[in-house]
């Protein structure tokens, strides 16, 4: 997936087992390790499609003095060798210039620089390993000397910005920056340069979780944080989008860290609640890391406001740069902490119609990762009580979910299965199979979902294969006048079974054998 895998998951023990986990009686995965999982995905997913988890600069920041350049401002040959020449000789300037004194010199630093900076800001592929490879790392930290005016760190910081954005070794190659980029988030920068040094510290935390343990080994998450909190909008959005690439782990320290500093969970919930959806996005993205990585923050966070606000937004935005991150919150908090099904989602409240309201939205949307969250969002949902399931099944989200079984992507009808698996069954109290919900199993069944869970059966993933099974234990042993053995049957499920028959996983081995040896042996159909 994206870089670093997932840490282990918490004790089996966690308050929250069940939501995930009610359909399965053998095996039992952590809804935990689920949405580290889950954070890492869309880590990638963030990163090569929907926004770039390392973003080049070519507007000035809001509230500098630069002009916004137009396209016939500087006319760059794109040619690689003539830019990369230009880039060449604008490092050499920018070495000449550090020794310049007297009357003009500073003026001459902010040239050299902005020449620098709009070299790297303005091609599509801008010329950073031309710039590398001329000594402009080294000659950029001396720019960034305590000291320079403000002008002259911001076009430093610019540069830096920009070539944090490249390859993976070019991002490596500001290792010798991140002191002074990190002291310049502090109170004492004006917030413009304090901001573009943000910038530059999210491009390099986005690279991977090397990096991001040697910022945070450095103090870059206090200063970070402080400037979430800011009332400006540009610099709280850029502090939150640096923030969201420094905590997403895999190690949970650093979200751990996040929701203990003062005033952190207030501004999440002032930004949710009033700020523009760009500010909103990328506070969303911050609670998607906070809430798949520590346990603290969800438990902090499913007792605030901040799921109340998820929800409106995702039943008023149309926007899908901010419902992804919103969808996915939601989804973690629910799947999280038990107190989010139990005590806020609780059926009846104004709340838990909206949340259905907002998933059954998502259900519908054209849009596969939102069908694909909502889903998972559900599945857990679906885990919780009688009346919870009651009121999925009686709801809109009912034929989609069937549709999406038939018809989806595999990781779509997985989900949907989930849903659909856990709304037919309520934990027995003990180590007994669970209880079914035979209106809800009939209904399923009659409305044509077994063969959407035999072919799960078939599938080569062992966990949805296991899914598939469960559901024929269910309609099995619980379909009305025992006629759930021949539906299975008439289906072809006795060949999908077999297929396990001499598999090398024993689990899946032994649950599929004992299956067809329990409903269809010597006896079977002499009846």
């Not at 979430?228 to 997403?248: E, Q, V, Y």
């Not at 909103?280 to 906070?290: D, F, K, M, Q």
């Amino acid at each position: 997936m994206a870089d670093g895998s997932a840490s282990a998951s918490p004790s089996s023990a966690s308050p929250h087992q069940h939501h995930r986990d009610a359909i399965k009686s053998s095996v039992h995965n952590s809804a935990s390790s689920r949405r580290r999982e889950h954070a890492i995905a869309v880590g990638k997913e963030r990163r090569e499609a929907l926004m770039r988890a390392k973003r080049v600069c070519r507007a000035p920041l809001s509230g500098s003095d630069e002009t916004v350049m137009e396209e016939g401002d500087m006319v760059i040959d794109e040619e690689k060798a003539n830019l990369e020449a230009q880039t060449a000789q604008a490092v050499e300037e920018l070495k000449s210039a550090l020794s310049t004194q007297g009357k003009g010199a500073q003026k001459k630093k902010i040239e050299v620089l902005r020449a620098l900076r709009r070299l790297l800001s303005q091609s599509e592929v801008p010329p950073v390993e031309a710039a590398i490879k001329a000594g402009a790392i080294p000659l950029l930290v001396q720019y960034l000397s305590f000291g320079s005016s403000d002008e002259q760190l911001l076009e430093a910081a610019w540069c830096l910005t920009n070539i944090a954005a490249g390859e993976p070794e070019e991002t490596k190659s500001l290792l010798p920056a991140l002191p002074l980029l990190i002291a310049h988030l502090g109170e004492k920068s004006s917030t413009l340069v304090a901001e573009q040094c943000a910038w530059a510290i999210g491009n390099v935390a986005g690279e991977g979780a090397d990096l991001r343990s040697k910022l945070l080994a450095q103090g870059a998450l206090w200063p970070l944080a402080r400037l979430m909190l800011s009332n400006k909008g540009s610099t709280a959005r850029t502090a939150a989008w640096a923030l969201s690439n420094l905590i997403k782990g895999p190690d949970p320290k650093a979200a751990n860290e996040l929701i203990s500093i003062d005033g952190v969970l207030n501004a999440i919930i002032r930004n949710l609640e009033k700020a523009d959806e760009e500010l909103a996005t990328e506070v969303a993205w911050v609670v998607v890391y906070l809430s798949a990585l520590s346990e603290k923050a969800t438990s902090l966070i499913v007792r605030s406001s901040v799921p109340q606000l998820l929800i409106g937004r995702l039943l008023s935005s149309e926007n899908l740069q901010l419902l992804i991150p919103v969808l996915r919150s939601l989804g973690n908090l629910v799947a999280g902490d038990g107190y989010m099904v139990d005590s806020v989602l609780i059926v009846g409240n104004s709340i838990t119609d909206q949340a259905l309201s907002s998933l059954i939205k998502c259900l519908k949307s054209d849009n596969r990762v939102l069908k694909k969250e909502a889903s998972w969002a559900m599945s857990n949902i679906a885990a919780g009580s009688f009346e919870h399931k009651k009121l999925i099944f009686a709801s809109e989200a009912m034929p989609l979910l069937m549709h999406l079984l038939m018809t989806a992507q595999f990781d779509i009808r997985r989900e949907a299965a989930y849903t659909l698996g856990n709304l037919c069954v309520v934990p027995a109290g003990n180590a007994g199979p669970p209880n079914i919900i035979v209106d809800h199993l009939a209904a399923i069944v009659n409305d044509g979902g077994l063969p959407g869970f035999i072919n799960l059966v078939r599938s080569a993933d062992i966990e949805s294969a296991r899914l598939g099974l469960q559901f024929l234990e269910l309609v099995m042993r619980g379909y009305p006048n025992g006629q759930g053995p021949k539906l299975v049957e008439r289906e072809d499920g006795i060949e999908a079974m077999e297929r396990f028959q001499f598999h090398e996983n024993e689990l899946m081995r032994n649950l599929a054998n004992g299956l067809v040896d329990k409903y269809f042996g010597e006896d079977y159909g002499l009846d």
